[in-house]
């Protein structure tokens, strides 16, 4: 494009890679030679790309060119003339939503009742009314739209955005969408518009057709005189509709601006392999139509010499070609490519994030990703002085958990310590053990020990924080009581001078931390009533705040991000993993409820969803495609929940098995690498040549050390003999937890695996359990209702990990009818409550090996004067046989018997089971019941050796010794080897775990 020429509004569009950033940064300095130029990006951290690339590229005497984005535009001018009013960040606003949400019941319709305290219906209000303004539209036009379609939602919503918009007149502030809308009020009168924009020269925008309705509209409002506007974009990558996004806006540009179209035809990113490739995808895109004509936008590759490359790779599973595409990478940087050139693209974080930086990881590769998208209340750093704060409001069972944390510093072992120090001083021990000892740190004072000076002085600071509490300080000036001065300040700043992972991650804390000191300050209250204020407000956000600087160095990793992250970079290499069916394309009935894109300026419009759907992933699929410079990965699993996508045969590449590579990048590779191969070799050949090249590993030494302790097969466990476990068979103390002790009995070879080992991974089923627990404690303790009950599970589901979206809703359903069971449960019980999850402390002595069980009992009931143990289930109930000799509450009963820590001994009346996933015909769960060992102290019929003992539990855990102390846990049948995740090596099953 020739820039000596340009006077009227130009759009340039253009595929990937054909120069749209380097004409953006022309036209900047073009038009900085005749003044003053305003640059808008797509977002703050492409704004300071484009800012360094433009300011590198001018003369030192030339001033800073203005790059920002739109909508830090539309502040600058709103804020210009409304001095003092604030603007929402995503999160407050969230928050604030939510709030207005719980008490304008009667706005909305009865059908809607049960959602109004969710987040996802907080969340889809929040789209619908930032829908609203980006159309330009008034709370009564959305009121009409919505009686005119039928649609009370629709109506109640411009009833309720009135509400929204009086509170937040009422608080002086706004939100982004409303702040965009005001600003172009603002311009509308001659004399604010000519003091505001009368400087600018031209206006350029880099990626134009990402802006919404109202944003275009600003820009058309802010168009200088000279009528210089020159813009760049691609239909063909706008996957941005669900923000908003004018979803015509390239085909519109003309009727906005009256200006030109052109298009840019050379593509200078990918070669003539790639091109093709990514044409094959765009093919099947809906043609957009710009001046009237539809445009392929086809570019010619412009770098016809370059060696480029595509592949489509399936693999058995996903854990598999998380695997392959690590291995893939780590070859790529084997043949001299940096990490820094490399990318793995994925279409869900929140599922594959934590799995491909594990397998990244596992293959010594540098992972650098961009900023978490997180919740203030769920950072890290922040966590602690949310604790804290707690702790200064009630101090009551925290005491243990701020130890712990980075405020205390300390660690499990250090907390042993602790609790040995506290008994020689005549302390009892117990619960409330730790709170004591921070309650009276008088008694840590003489004590010479690291542990015991670190308790005293957090004591010293909850003191202090209380101490300005009751002054009346503000919820800021109480939390920097557990920053200022502490350890963890100080070790926290001087990791972040470093430059390792360790630095990263401070420097990551550091932000959110300042991020929250920031929010705190905003809290008027003060004392008591302004630390629930704050600890309200932070813990309601559920949406990330954009706090990361511009300039932050990052460690030159693998870039690990989403697609929608991916825009506008590139990079040499890009593999994209997990294309599959319900994923690529992540083809869904149209939400419906509130849905923004039904919302137009002809009204509640009903859209084709499932074709928008599928060619809006198509375009995110191009866009990813369309990162690559020189070497791209396409990646499925066939035996995954969708099969691999329908987007891999467009690529028109052939798609082909994975060869696992299996090529050692390290000693402890190759040495994992013959072990694998000694032991299951296909050959006795390759068995024996992979032992003989161990054997020669292990005599090698490095600086007098040996270069691979691991090669040495006498430090393999499985080929240890008896004789060799000579210092396990000394051992006479184990540790063991009551669930545990069944595992044990029933096999194992799978206690030794999944406890020992600690190679089990936790199931869907055991996340959920664990998170129904949490809320029927809460629900026990009377600090939630059933009404809650929702809300409080998805906080906790919103931190667990499952296979698909459709799963993680399935599972919070059941999660919840589980919750309800057992509201209903405990409403109609008569019996006292003693405690809800009563921890204990069990020693045992059978057959000279001592058994410490440490367990937690879900419930705890007086009946006259014996006391009942309830423990709730969330699994498939037993058979009434199974429950009379279920180990676990036989060990429950036996510490009822022995003495529970600050429960008056009593006897036992016997364990009760409640099975919240089965109900009974009056609705309630299903029960199981253990008779008390008074009544029933032996099976019926007796197991053999049991009447040896006093009673079948005493019986089972010398069982449990007995294997403990052989060491030798063999494989045994039983009800759960269907279930089982070491199946696939177990010798019952027939597969041969050595040769």
Not at 52 to 80: E, K, Y
Not at 252 to 274: C, D, H, M, N, W
Not at 619 to 637: D, M, P, Q, R, S
Request: net charge negative.
């Amino acid at each position: 494009m020739d820039l000596s020429s340009w006077n009227c509004p130009v759009l340039a569009v253009g595929g990937p890679g054909t120069g749209k950033t380097r004409l953006v940064q022309d036209a900047a300095l073009a038009a900085l030679e005749s003044g003053e130029c305003l640059v808008l990006a797509r977002t703050r951290k492409e704004a300071s790309r484009m800012r360094n690339r433009i300011v590198r590229a001018l003369p030192s005497s030339v001033w800073t060119p203005r790059v920002t984005t739109a909508n830090a535009f539309a502040w600058s001018i709103f804020s210009r003339f409304n001095p003092g009013i604030r603007l929402l960040d995503a999160p407050e606003q969230e928050y604030q939503l939510r709030e207005l949400l719980s008490g304008s019941k009667e706005l909305w319709p009865q059908f809607l009742a049960p959602a109004l305290g969710t987040r996802t219906f907080a969340s889809r209000v929040r789209g619908a009314l930032q829908r609203v303004r980006q159309l330009g539209l008034d709370p009564v036009d959305v009121r009409r739209f919505g009686a005119e379609a039928g649609k009370p939602e629709w109506e109640a919503l411009g009833a309720f955005f009135e509400v929204y918009l009086d509170v937040l007149e009422g608080e002086q502030a706004v939100d982004y969408a409303e702040c965009t809308h005001r600003a172009r009020l603002a311009l509308a009168e001659p004399e604010k518009a000519a003091q505001l924009l009368g400087k600018y020269q031209a206006i350029v925008v880099d990626d134009f057709t990402d802006l919404d309705p109202s944003q275009i509209g600003l820009l058309s409002d802010a168009l200088p005189a000279s009528r210089r506007l020159l813009a760049t974009g691609d239909p063909n990558t706008n996957v941005y509709g669900f923000r908003g996004a004018h979803p015509r806006a390239a085909e519109r540009f003309a009727e906005f601006f009256g200006g030109t179209v052109i298009e840019l035809k050379s593509g200078y990113r990918q070669g003539p392999v790639l091109a093709k490739a990514l044409a094959g995808v765009r093919s099947r895109l809906p043609l957009p139509l710009i001046d009237g004509q539809a445009r392929v936008l086809d570019p010619v590759p412009a770098c016809g010499g370059l060696a480029d490359a595509a592949q489509v790779r399936l693999t058995a599973t996903p854990a598999e070609e998380a695997r392959f595409v690590a291995q893939q990478v780590a070859a790529q940087h084997a043949k001299g490519r940096a990490y820094k050139d490399m990318a793995v693209l994925l279409r869900s974080p929140g599922r594959q994030l934590g799995e491909y930086e594990r397998a990244l990881a596992a293959e010594g590769i540098e992972v650098s990703k961009f900023s978490a998208d997180i919740a203030l209340a769920q950072a890290p750093a922040v966590q602690p002085l949310l604790l804290a704060l707690r702790a200064v409001l009630s101090p009551a069972g925290k005491a243990k958990a701020l130890l712990v944390s980075p405020i205390g510093g300390l660690d499990p072992l250090d907390l042993r310590v602790l609790q040995r120090e506290a008994r020689s001083l005549g302390m009892a021990l117990g619960p409330q053990l730790f709170d004591q000892l921070l309650a009276e740190p008088g008694v840590l004072r003489g004590v010479d020990r690291p542990q015991a000076k670190a308790a005293v002085e957090l004591s010293e600071h909850l003191q202090a924080a209380r101490g300005k509490l009751e002054s009346g300080a503000t919820p800021a000036e109480i939390a920097w009581e557990f920053w200022n001065g502490t350890a963890w300040s100080k070790r926290l700043i001087e990791a972040a001078k470093g430059n390792d992972e360790n630095a990263r991650l401070a420097d990551r804390d550091l932000d959110a931390l300042v991020e929250f000191f920031a929010f705190a300050a905003e809290v008027n209250t003060v004392g008591e009533a302004g630390v629930k204020q704050l600890l309200g407000e932070v813990q309601a956000q559920q949406l990330p705040a954009d706090t990361a600087r511009e300039d932050r160095v990052v460690n030159p990793g693998v870039t690990l991000c989403s697609v929608f992250q991916a825009k506008g970079s590139q990079w040499d290499f890009v593999a994209i993993p997990g294309v599959q069916e319900g994923s690529w394309p992540r083809l869904r009935g149209g939400a419906g409820m509130l849905d923004p894109e039904w919302l137009t300026l002809d009204g509640v419009v009903q859209p084709d969803m499932r074709r928008q759907i599928l060619a809006t992933d198509r375009k995110l699929f191009y866009l990813a495609c369309g990162t690559a410079k020189e070497e791209l990965l396409v990646t499925a699993a066939k035996e995954a929940e969708g099969q691999p996508s329908r987007f891999l045969t467009e690529l028109g590449v052939p798609v082909l098995d994975a060869q696992d590579l299996d090529v050692p990048r390290s000693l402890a590779q190759l040495t994992s690498s013959l072990r694998k191969k000694s032991a299951l070799g296909n050959t006795w050949a390759e068995r024996e040549g992979a032992a003989a090249n161990l054997r020669w590993l292990s005599k090698q030494q490095i600086d007098g050390e040996p270069a691979a302790p691991k090669a040495d097969p006498y430090q393999w466990w499985l080929y240890r003999t008896n004789t060799d476990q000579l210092e396990d068979s000394q051992r006479t103390v184990f540790r063991i937890s009551p669930s545990q002790v069944s595992t044990l009995l029933s096999c194992p070879r799978r206690y030794f695996l999944a406890i020992e080992a600690r190679a089990e991974q936790p199931s869907a089923s055991a996340q959920v359990g664990t998170a129904v627990h949490k809320v029927v404690e809460e629900l026990q303790r009377g600090s939630l209702d059933v009404e809650s009950a929702r809300v409080r599970l998805e906080e906790i589901f919103a931190g667990l990990v499952f296979g698909s979206e459709l799963e993680a809703v399935s599972e919070l359903e059941r999660a919840v009818r589980m919750v309800q069971a057992a509201d209903r449960w405990l409403r109609q019980r008569r019996d006292e409550l003693v405690g809800a999850e009563v921890d204990f402390d069990l020693d045992v002595e059978v057959e000279g090996v001592k058994l410490l069980l440490h367990g937690r009992i879900d419930r705890l009931e007086r009946v006259g004067d014996q006391l009942l143990a309830v423990d709730f289930k969330t699994g498939q109930e037993i058979t009434k046989d199974q429950a009379a000799a279920l180990d676990q509450v036989g060990i429950y009963q036996l510490a009822i018997e022995r003495g529970l820590e600050g429960v008056a001994k009593a006897r036992s009346a016997g364990g009760l089971l409640v099975y919240l996933k089965k109900e009974t015909a009056a609705g309630l769960p299903t029960e199981r019941e253990q008779q008390s060992l008074d009544i029933s102290p032996h099976l019926i019929p007796p197991e053999p050796g049991e009447d040896q003992y006093e009673n079948w539990i005493t019986h089972h855990l010398a069982l449990a010794a007995r294997e403990l102390i052989a060491g030798d846990f063999p494989a045994k049948r039983n009800p759960g080897c269907g279930h089982c995740q070491f199946s696939d090596s177990c010798p019952i099953q027939g597969r041969q775990v050595l040769a």
